[in-house]
């Protein structure tokens, strides 16, 4: 809206502002995936229901045959102009049409288009296949052109903005491009070393645990990371800290701590040291 104020009477004309094409509205729509989706990337179909430009009437809102006709509430200015006296003097507002949108001209009721009432767009169901790049996080947004809701009057559709939610995973943390996790091992797979399996987004990995390991030591697992976005060759580690499983009261050598690697010299001599130890009764603080 416009105003025009001052101590006499408003002079001059305001500017006609018939409105042409519009751009459509965007549209968001909230996608979640999952922790290997994010890291690898993905494609995904989603349902979306947008406007689009009428197919009968191509967005005029008329119907096949006839033309739009003058506005007979503005005249064909697309514009109304109101003057009111205050104390302060004569005010002239200029404002669209109503009843034509600032066109300027408008559709009988008999010419109106039957598929989408005039309107000059419908609604309609759409499926779309959204590609997922390699590296992506919570609360980024994906932007599909041209797939929001069709434009006014001819005028270009809006956008699709996809905000992504990451689920969590967890076996996993995520800091960047860097993966954090936690792996338990045995007091003596610490103190003599093995070869464990951990989980990664690679999957199930062999990893050479290093004798004398001590507890909350991270070892690094080169190029296990998350790509990073936009530069896919570049990738983050994986960081894996080692907690370690302490007996509790009295020590005893059980089989599922000794080392699976361990020589069969070596299990005999564990077996060895377990049996000294279980004869003095001895805790394990008391011993080592």
Known sequence: ?????????????????????????????????????????????????HLETCAMCS?????????????????????IRRTSRTPFGVISQVTTCPACGGRGQS???????????????????????ITIPRGVESDQQLRVTGEGNAGERGGPSGD?????????D????????????????SYLQAILGDTITVPTVEGDQSIELPAGTQPGAVLTLPGLGVPKLG???ARGDHLLMVK?????????????????????EGRTLLKQLDKKIQARGSMLGGFL
């Open 1 to 49: 809206m416009k105003a025009f104020s001052g101590g006499g009477a408003a002079t001059g004309r305001g500017s006609r502002q018939r409105q042409g094409p519009t751009q459509g509205q965007d549209l968001r729509l909230t996608l979640t995936i999952s922790f290997q989706e994010a890291v690898f990337g993905t494609t995904r179909e989603v349902s979306i229901r």
């Open 59 to 79: 967005g005029s809102g008329l119907k096949p045959g006839s033309r739009l006709s003058t506005c007979q509430t503005c005249g064909g200015q697309g514009q």
């Open 107 to 129: 559709i009988r009721p008999e010419d109106v288009c039957g598929a989408c009432q005039g309107q000059g767009v419908t609604q309609v169901p759409k499926k779309l296949r």
């Open 160 to 168: 699709l903005f996809v905000q992504l939610q990451v689920a969590s």
């Open 170 to 185: 967890p076996r996993f943390q995520r800091e960047g491009v860097t993966i954090r996790s936690t792996a338990e091992v």
């Open 231 to 233: 530069n896919p060759v």
């Open 244 to 264: 370690v499983r302490l007996p509790k009261g009295r020590f005893s050598v059980k089989e599922k701590d000794i080392p699976a690697g361990l020589s069969t």
